[in-house]
């Protein structure tokens, strides 16, 4: 699924700077399919959105999972500005790319997964997704800062049951 001012080839110019409004196209695009109950899963930012449908359209999901991601309110989650930021600063001046300081550990290991990683990113030739731009990027913190600003959710404080599961 793609949300207004992703930079995929569906994408419109408007940028979204709130979780809110992406739950609202998110929501859009799923009617517009036809479909009444879905299964969603939501990684890292798509799980901040996924959390915001099932709130506010519980009528639409009969599943949710969610990976990568936090709660409103989650601990850090409003400091993603300095984290991206530092993440780039280390990068640049490691002269490595901004994926290896922020998405992999920088153990020996970490960094081998980071290099493969960014090997099978560009063995895509075509039909590849075009590089964020700096609004989207902005937007996108915008909007996570903000998530992370919110009163902490808890499950007394929501209409959805959650079960927690740890994967290894």
Known sequence: MFARGWQTMLCL?????????????????????????????????GGFIAQVI?????????????AGTSAAGGEGV??????LQNAVARATAEKKHPKQPLFFTQSQDGQKAAAEFLQRLAA????????????????????????????????????????TATLT
């Open 13 to 45: 110019s408007q940028q979204l700077s709130t979780i809110e409004a992406m739950a609202t196209d998110a929501v859009a695009f799923i009617r517009a399919l036809g479909l009444t109950k879905t299964d969603l899963l939501g990684f890292s930012l």
């Open 54 to 66: 099932a709130q506010k359209h519980p009528d639409l999901v009969r599943r949710i999972i969610l």
């Open 78 to 83: 409003s400091n993603v500005g300095a984290v």
């Open 124 to 163: 895509r030739q075509q039909e590849r997704d075009l590089p964020a731009t700096q609004e989207t990027i902005v937007a996108q913190v915008t909007a996570i800062t903000k998530w992370g600003s919110r009163p902490r959710w808890t499950v007394s404080n929501t209409r959805c049951w959650w079960r």
